[in-house]
């Protein structure tokens, strides 16, 4: 049974920092897509980070780009995001996706489809 199990959340101060963990069990980590999405109250879902496994490969939405970075640890099988600069705008309940192995060609971005999806955790950042 794939499982996502997202941690790290919680409250700070804008201009604070926060190291979100995301770790996967049940399943091949490899060749995976792995992403995190975000989705403040009333608004839609955002993607905000992807990781390609097997090479490393990432992409960050604009917003966030310069002060998120998408890493992972593949010996536990975990991914993280490191957040740092927050802005309140970063408030959001934080999720993590991933896919099943892919081919390396295929593009890796969060309009990709991910079945395998955690909780979420939240973040909030205050002014």
């Known amino acids: 049974q794939v499982q996502l199990v997202e941690s790290g959340g919680g409250s700070v101060q804008a201009g604070g920092s926060l190291r979100l963990s995301c770790a996967a069990s049940g399943y091949t980590y490899s060749r995976n897509c792995m992403a995190w999405f975000r989705q403040a109250p009333g608004k839609e879902r955002e993607g905000v980070a992807t990781?390609?496994?097997?090479?490393?490969?990432?992409y960050y939405v604009d917003s966030v780009s310069g002060r998120f970075t998408i890493s992972q640890d593949n010996a536990k099988t975990t991914v993280y995001l490191q957040m740092n600069s927050l802005k309140p705008e970063d408030t959001a309940m934080y999720y993590c996706a991933a896919t099943g192995p892919r081919q390396s060609w295929l593009p890796c971005v969060p309009g990709t489809d991910f079945p395998y999806w955690g909780q979420g955790t939240q973040v909030t950042v205050s002014s």
């Open positions: 990781i390609y496994t097997t090479a490393g490969r990432t």
